[in-house]
């Protein structure tokens, strides 16, 4: 199965889709941008076939053609695209790459070439959710370390909670004590508020990577129940 934004699906000329682990499979991957993802915040403007293997974590263009694609198990894939649907991104947006800043440099990117924040429109795709997204103390000390460290301190409860949110049977039990549960998907959509992004410009698609195995791959819950990796392709492109 795959996921479509109705608010990408309404700009003219662009192509999309969230893929499940089924259909990610037989996609054929030649068809997108390489790049090797590295949870960091770079992001490549891509403007012909790159000559290396870039290590970036998203991609803009406007060029035509080509299929952003981004890789994911449990980070966020964030697709977006100019109103007009003259430009497009894709981002991969785990907690590295967000508390970096990719989603707010994303924004930037767009508003140098002439892209106003209320003109961008975003979508996000599976990953894994606050009802099995658990964390330690230690890791909320090392967020608010982190340039997103400040959202962190103003938005505690909205990002934490030391119970799982809305857990279901396939969510793990806790693993350690004084455990968190964390919210990666209000972390990325703070960003994008805070860089201009309009609420109801941002459209949160699919399910939990960990408690949907049939249809998902999770990087946590192969830690937790070895089983042959899978990963889901989501991906953008302009039609010419
Ligand atoms: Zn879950």
Not at 27 to 37: E, G
Not at 104 to 113: G, I, K, L, N, P
Request: aromatic share 8%.
């Amino acid at each position: 199965m795959a996921w479509f934004s109705r608010l990408l699906a309404d700009i003219p000329g662009i192509r999309h889709a969230f893929l499940d682990v089924h259909e990610s499979a037989v996609f054929d991957k030649s068809r997108l941008v390489d790049i090797k993802q590295v949870h960091g915040a770079n992001i490549l403007h891509l403007t012909e076939t790159p000559a290396q293997r870039p290590q970036v974590d998203g991609v803009l263009t406007s060029l035509t053609g080509k299929s952003i694609g981004i890789v994911t198990a449990d980070c966020i894939p964030v697709l977006m695209a100019s109103r007009d649907g003259r430009w497009i991104a894709g981002l991969h947006a785990g907690w590295r790459g967000a508390a970096q800043g990719i989603l707010q440099e994303s924004v930037r990117r767009f508003s140098a070439h002439g892209v106003a924040a209320e003109d961008i429109l975003v979508a996000t795709g599976p990953h894994i959710r606050a009802c099995c997204y658990e964390v330690s103390g230690a890791f909320r000390q090392t967020l608010l370390e982190t340039p997103a460290g400040y959202l962190v301190r103003d938005y505690a409860e909205q990002l934490f909670s030391s119970w799982p949110k809305t857990p279901n049977p396939n969510s793990p039990a806790a693993r350690e004590e004084n455990s968190l549960w964390f919210d990666l998907l209000a972390f990325c959509q703070l960003q994008l508020l805070d860089a201009g992004i309009s609420r109801k410009h941002i459209d949160c698609l699919a399910a939990c990577t960990y408690c949907h195995p049939e249809i998902l791959g999770s990087y946590r819950r192969r830690t937790h129940q070895p089983a042959t990796k899978t990963q889901q392709i989501s991906w953008i492109e302009r039609i010419g």
